[in-house]
């Protein structure tokens, strides 16, 4: 099963994501701010970094800025989960190369599962669940999926 850090300065909230997580058999380390995050990606390589932003010591912007920048670490998919909803703060995530940005008030726990799951290309993500931020996708007309019309009897 993937590897996912988790980075979260809030305990009550770090431990709903771990215990959620944990049921879904992800192999889970945790941080409680940037230092820690940062320590703990060099040594454990996660597939996928759950990053806070606003935290103690280095903010999550910055430990995605030095992820982005360090070779063994640039390929690791980050999520950043924060407070912050601004178009400013979300475009700043995405010019440091977020995979993906939620803010915490707009996301239920499910939610942030699905969007780990397809990120990680886990099983469950393709399961039709509708995943929070990701564009729909258009409807294409394939006749061999619709059944003929019935023809009138004469």
Avoid: C, W
């Amino acid at each position: 099963m993937p590897k996912i850090l988790l980075v979260e300065d809030d305990i009550s909230l770090r431990d709903v994501y771990f215990a959620r997580l944990q049921a879904d058999g992800y192999d889970l380390s945790v941080a409680s701010n940037g230092e820690e995050a940062l320590a703990m990606a060099v040594r454990v390589r996660p597939d996928l970094i759950v990053l806070d932003v606003m935290m103690p010591r280095i903010s999550g912007f910055d430990v995605l800025d030095m992820i982005r920048t360090t070779p063994d670490l640039a390929h690791t998919k980050v999520i950043m989960m924060t407070a912050l909803g601004s178009t400013t703060d979300r475009e700043r995530g995405e010019r440091l190369g977020v995979d993906k940005y939620l803010v915490k008030s707009q996301v239920t726990l499910e939610d942030v599962v699905l969007n780990i799951k397809k990120i990680l290309n886990t099983p469950a993500a393709s399961t039709g669940e509708k995943i929070v931020g990701a564009p729909e996708q258009a409807k294409t007309d394939k006749t061999e999926d619709t059944p003929p019309a019935p023809t009138p009897e004469a």
